[in-house]
T-cell receptor, first 113, second 116 residues
Framework: AQSVTQLDSQVPVFEEAPVELRCNYS??????LFWYVQYPNQGLQLLLK??????LVKGINGFEAEFNKSQTSFHLRKPSVHISDTAEYFC???????????FGKGTRLSVIA | DADVTQTPRNRITKTGKRIMLECSQT?????MYWYRQDPGLGLRLIYY???????NKGEISDGYSVSRQAQAKFSLSLESAIPNQTALYFC???????????????FGPGTRLTVL
């Protein structure tokens, strides 16, 4: 069965500093990868997704992620964070075929002024 | 208007009570899902349905049941609630007619359930 590992449960970072949130998935022939964001007291919102094509994908709010098949990773990055980026971030994966998304345990990003 | 709605948004109940959480969608999607979120555990799949006649168990289905009353409605029931079912519950939808784009799931706002 597919699994997702988010290597950091909490990431504190100062405002305007860069950040990387790490995500690894169990290997599969083909996968579709997602990052979702959950702001305090809200539901999940899609940040970006990799379905095919270019391995560097850009999402909303200045985030981007790179699909690395050899390392089975899909790390999320932002060059300069804002206070408003404080949220929980979830990596999710789905194999081709009829399977629901499998989520990681989440990374809580705290941006410090 | 929200495309995926959940009712109630908050519910406090007692151990042993039967509880139903409802999900409705106006997106016209054929696939619907129920997840629960616990701190430090992420989202775990409870049940999913690929059409009205198709119901599948997820990772943590014990203690739960579901009903797909129509393409737009998917309800989650706790037959006899227990305290460790206290969690945030999310409904999600996806559209299988969109090729590889069907992999994206759209989430409702969540229902916060507390079982005392």
């Amino acid at each position: 069965a597919q699994s997702v590992t988010q290597l950091d449960s909490q990431v504190p970072v100062f405002e305007e500093a860069p950040v990387e949130l790490r995500c690894n998935y169990s290997s599969s022939v083909s996968v579709y990868l997602f990052w979702y964001v959950q702001y305090p007291n809200q539901g999940l919102q899609l940040l970006l997704k990799y379905l095919s094509g270019s391995t560097l994908v850009k999402g909303i709010n200045g985030f981007e992620a790179e699909f690395n098949k050899s390392q089975t990773s899909f790390h999320l990055r932002k060059p300069s964070v804002h206070i408003s980026d404080t949220a929980e971030y979830f990596c999710a994966v789905r194999n081709s075929g009829n399977t629901p998304l499998v989520f990681g345990k989440g990374t809580r990003l705290s941006v410090i002024a | 208007d929200a495309d995926v709605t959940q009712t109630p948004r908050n519910r406090i109940t007692k151990t042993g009570k039967r509880i139903m959480l409802e999900c409705s969608q106006t997106k016209g999607h054929d696939r619907m899902y129920w997840y629960r979120q616990d701190p430090g555990l992420g989202l775990r799949l409870i049940y999913y349905s690929f059409d009205v006649k198709d119901i599948n168990k997820g990772e943590i289905s014990d203690g739960y049941s579901v009903s797909r009353q129509a393409q737009a409605k998917f309800s989650l029931s706790l037959e006899s609630a227990i305290p460790n079912q206290t969690a945030l519950y999310f409904c999600a939808t996806s559209d299988s007619t969109q090729g590889i784009w069907y992999n994206e799931q759209f989430f409702g706002p969540g229902t916060r359930l507390t079982v005392l």
